[in-house]
């Protein structure tokens, strides 16, 4: 039998939001298999899909830029080490003049924005932290573009046809509820096929008629993939619409978007402060 570590349990805990005895036992029946324990967990008990995408573990902020005429914009993350530093001003306008270099030459990658790197080390060496450029994103206008950041943690470009104040509400939207893609034709197949699977596996053990469990099925697998889609999801300013609906009305076309949030993806290590004491009281035998 696998040895289920409190690491992994803690993983699942994050990813399903469940208890720790739940995410325990389906790691035990799952034999240590992080994605099939969420597998389980999310057919016994409903659990949501994944929230790992919403975790965030490091600092910095998103620089952001926006032309004048709102045809041209960038977002660019920025890590430091503390939250302290990434209230500097120095490191905001650090950030700031990235995402407008971004805009303006549109480099393939970091390694394009090589003209950085003394003022990069400059800084370093003035705040006293490690300061990365981690990666960016630039939308080129179809229609016009809105920017918001929140926080300077969460920075979203929305390229919209319409009323100059529904790609503000759009990109406040996208900000708060995170849609990994704009509609359902852009959900990889392979992604709709696996909580098709989940939807099928819990309504079979409904015991309702094969007729409803097939409702069931197609009716879970929407509503999954309405969360997750920006099209599909209930709209900010009124949650009675999708914002597909929203567009509609406003005869108003989405050409894309872009959001980038500060640390997503990666874990910073937790401390375990008792066994830090006793690391030192043996250390100092």
Known sequence: MAEISASLVKELRELTGLGMMECKKALTEAGGDLRKAEELLR???????????????????????????????????????????????DFLAF?????????????????????????????????????TIRRFARLAAKGGLALYVHGARIGVLVD?????????????????????????????????????????????????????????????????????????QPFVKDDKQSVEKVLAAKKAKLHGYRLLVVGEGIEKKGSDFAAEVMATAGAGR
């Open 160 to 232: 919209v046809d319409g009323p100059e104040d529904l790609g503000k509400d759009l990109a406040m939207h996208i900000a708060a509820f995170k849609p990994k893609y704009p509609s359902k034709a852009d959900v990889p197949t392979d992604e709709i096929a696996r909580e098709r699977d989940i939807a099928s596996a819990r309504a079979k053990e409904s015991g309702k008629p094969p007729e409803i469990v097939a409702k069931m099925i197609e009716g879970a697998v929407n509503k999954i993939v309405n969360e997750m889609t920006l099209l599909g």
């Open 43 to 89: 057919i016994k008990s409903g659990a949501k899909a994944s929230k790992a995408a919403a975790r965030v573990a490091a600092e910095g902020v998103i620089g952001a830029w926006l032309s004048p005429d709102a045809k041209l914009g960038a977002l660019a993350e920025v890590n430091c080490e503390t939250d302290f530093v990434a209230k500097n001003e």
């Open 95 to 131: 950030a700031r003049d990235v995402a407008e270099a971004v805009a303006k030459s549109n480099p393939a990658d970091a390694q394009g924005l090589a003209s950085f790197e003394a003022r990069r080390q400059a800084l370093v060496q003035k705040i006293g932290e490690n300061i």
